[in-house]
């Protein structure tokens, strides 16, 4: 069973929502969500936060967050997922944040730096990460949107068996 029908299946089961805040995947989580059927009942909202300017109105993260720590940061990543629980009221939400390239890195961040956060309804944390790929483009984002799927996965496995 693929990671996206894992998901769906857990969340249908639970009667349990999702909603997503993406940066560097660009739709990719929503896209392979949505791939499956059955993700109307449990897919909530997707925000595509690219730029900063989406993030700040959006996702109403604030500016100085934002300069503080940069827009690939697991402070940003966690207020993205806070801001799109806040709109949505989703049992889980999930966010990505980072650098796919082939440009963009820095010395201190470079390229393949992603990170995740994911909450749970009335903002509980569940879980920040920051997590370096390599790979071209395309493989930076596959790979980040796999990674924040298997950590959602755990927690929907964890709470399952808690």
Do not use: W
């Amino acid at each position: 069973m693929k990671l996206e029908e894992k998901i769906i299946h857990l969340l249908t089961q639970r009667k349990e929502i999702v909603s997503i805040a993406e940066s560097c995947t660009g739709g990719l989580l929503g896209q392979r969500l949505t791939s499956i059927s059955g993700a109307s009942k449990v897919f909530g909202f997707g925000v595509i936060s690219y730029s900063r300017q989406a993030k700040q109105k959006l996702l109403n993260i604030s500016p100085s967050l934002i300069k503080k720590h940069g827009e690939v940061s697991q402070q940003t990543a966690q207020a993205m997922a806070q801001g799109i629980q806040r709109l949505s009221q989703s049992d889980y939400a999930l966010s990505v944040t980072g650098i796919a390239g082939p440009t963009g890195g820095t010395a201190q961040k470079p390229v393949g730096t992603v990170c995740f956060s994911l909450i749970s309804q009335k903002g509980r944390h569940i879980k920040n990460k920051t997590l370096h790929f390599s790979g071209s483009r395309s493989q930076i984002r596959r790979k980040a949107s796999t990674a924040i799927f298997k950590i959602l996965v755990q927690a929907l496995t964890k709470r399952r068996t808690s």
